[in-house]
């Protein structure tokens, strides 16, 4: 048999498992945009993130076990619409799901710089994911804050020295600046969207860290390097911009999630299409 064709046995069980898999779920076309393009969530993002990453584990689980011979190599398959499948290191894939599924009652703090950029943003996420701080500054100082939680929304500009605050909660669609999500981290791994080189470097001050990035075959390049102690992620890159995380002990920084407007600053209306808060309400 050439290895550019499979057996009608292996194409049929690969077809059926591909429509058991598919059948009620829609599978993303390019499920790296989880990384790359994340928005901010004023709602609980995990559940609903590992649900539609793990469709596409799902698939991706079926197809290499439908194209794997007896002796457990790759076909290649010329069906179509079916990726060649990838191996998927899977105890790489329990250490990272383990450790950062012990951080989910932490608060997740991002900060994104540009290299060779004067600036840089810092998110802060509360454990449900329905609290998000985002404070952009510069070398000179700080440029604005931004709290968004259930309550509605406080922001304040510390360069014009002016805050407002509305009881409107952004949607999505209308959220600031993309940012990375490393809970998705674990599913592209299982996915076989994220694979592990033989790179290692020091990041964030943690020596022989290891780096994981996009598999081959398409979408934005993605770079993510790995504690070797922990397996948590420590830095993402993609898209030019450089984003370090870190999980906090909410007992200890809950106050991170909180937004006073300094003293002095003047109060002013929200932005059209926002419902103000009444300065007694």
């Known amino acids: ?39 901010y969530r004023v709602r609980d993002r995990r559940p609903a993130l590992a649900t539609s990453l793990l469709a596409a584990a799902v698939v991706t689980g079926a197809v290499t076990a439908a194209a794997l011979d007896q002796g457990g190599t790759p076909r290649h398959a010329k069906l179509e ?56 500054a510069t070398a000179a100082g700080p440029k604005t804050d931004e709290l968004i939680s259930p309550q509605g929304e406080v922001f304040v500009d510390y360069v014009n020295k002016q805050w407002w605050e509305s009881s409107s909660v952004p949607s999505v669609d209308d959220a600031p600046a993309p940012t990375a999500d490393p809970a998705a981290v674990p ?35 993605v770079t993510i390097w790995i504690d070797p102690s922990t397996f948590l992620p420590l830095r993402i890159v993609t898209g030019g911009e450089q984003r370090d995380v870190t999980w906090l002990d909410p007992a200890t920084n ?21 419902e103000a808060v009444t300065p007694n309400g």
Not at 194 to 219: H, M, N, P, Q
């Open 81 to 136: 619409g079916a990726r060649v499948p990838r191996l998927v290191d899977a105890q790489l894939v329990a250490d990272v799901t383990h450790a950062v599924s012990a951080e989910s009652g932490d608060i997740e703090r991002v900060v994104t710089i540009t290299p060779g950029a004067d600036g840089s943003t810092t998110q802060l996420v509360s454990p449900d994911g329905r609290t998000i701080r985002v404070t952009t």
């Open 254 to 274: 809950l106050d991170q999630l909180r937004l006073e407007p300094p003293a002095g600053f003047t109060r002013v209306s929200p932005p059209t299409g926002t």
């Open 1 to 39: 048999m050439s290895i550019d064709t499979i057996s009608p046995d292996a194409e049929r069980a690969l077809r059926g498992a591909l429509h058991r898999a598919a059948g009620s779920v829609e599978v993303p076309a390019d499920s790296r945009h989880r990384i790359s393009g994340a928005r």
């Open 187 to 221: 599913s592209l791994l299982r996915a076989g969207e994220l694979v592990r080189t033989d790179d290692t470097a020091t990041v964030g001050g943690v020596a022989d860290a290891f780096e994981i990035k996009s598999a081959a075959g398409g979408g934005p390049p």
